[in-house]
């Protein structure tokens, strides 16, 4: 009964390779996120989609890209790795955003490794 | 936008001591102040959190007070216990507009309860 899942939890990739990143909520949550931790710990929000809308886009470069095929799913898609993406990327859901703060619900995390 | 400072970077107690982190934050707008406990390798978990509307909250051993004025809060634990052992992030954000409740994190503080 895991609330928010991503898969896959580690990756090793090499430089130039392109890899996805998969995340699901079963919390009914309508808003989802992508945040990458760096490896001081630094959490940044990247996206943000509410009901499979993009609300929030960080300046991030354009090599990452976010798919919302349902409110349920949000993929990030990163192209030609570099190794600064190296970090943890955390996927988190929320009920919406009516009211004033909605708790944010963050996934297990997923651990890339650029070579 | 949204700038939060957070401090100590570190903070070493001993078991039983209580423990303060502070955070001042840029945007007078913000209106919601959550808290979140990472420990080693996990997800980022809240633990408790106020509105701009309260000046205190508590939950048992932890409590947050919030000076809009100043724009600062602070996270407060009495008794500390080794288990409280973890990476604390304050955050900010605010409902309305185009932040869409976007959370910008602290830089965090590695708290570390000695037994």
């Known amino acids: 009964d895991t609330a928010v899942s991503q898969t896959p939890k580690y990756l090793v990739t090499q430089m130039g390779n392109d890899k996805s990143i998969k995340c699901e909520q079963n919390?009914?949550?309508?808003?989802m996120y992508w945040y990458k931790q760096d490896s001081k710990k630094f959490l940044k929000i990247m996206f943000s989609?509410?009901?499979?809308?993009?609300?929030i886009n960080e300046t991030v470069p354009n090599r990452f890209s976010p798919k919302s095929p349902d409110k349920a799913h949000l993929n990030l898609h990163i192209n030609s790795l570099e190794l600064g993406d190296s970090a943890v990327y955390f996927c988190?859901?929320?009920?919406?955003?009516?009211?004033?703060?909605?708790?944010?619900?963050f996934g297990p995390g997923t651990r890339l490794l650029v070579l | 936008g949204e700038n939060v400072e957070q401090h100590p970077s570190t903070l070493s107690v001993q078991e039983g001591d209580s423990a303060v982190i502070k955070c001042t934050y840029s945007?007078?707008?913000?209106?919601?102040f959550p808290w979140y406990k990472q420990e080693l390798g996990k997800r980022p978990q809240l633990i408790i959190d106020?509105?701009?509307?309260?000046g205190e909250k508590k939950d048992q051993r932890i409590a947050v007070t919030l000076n809009k004025t100043a724009k600062h809060f602070s996270l407060h634990i009495t008794e500390t216990q080794p288990e409280d052992s973890a990476v604390y992030f304050c955050?900010?954000?605010?409902?309305?507009?185009?932040?869409?409740?976007?959370?910008?994190f602290g830089q965090g503080t590695i708290l570390t309860v000695h037994p």
């Open positions: 988190a859901s929320s009920r919406g955003l009516a009211s004033s703060g909605e708790t944010q619900y």
């Open positions: 919390l009914g949550h309508d808003t």
């Open positions: 989609y509410n009901n499979k809308e993009l609300i």
């Open positions: 945007d007078s707008a913000s209106n919601y």
């Open positions: 106020i509105r701009s509307n309260v």
């Open positions: 955050a900010a954000s605010k409902t309305g507009g185009t932040s869409y409740g976007k959370l910008t």
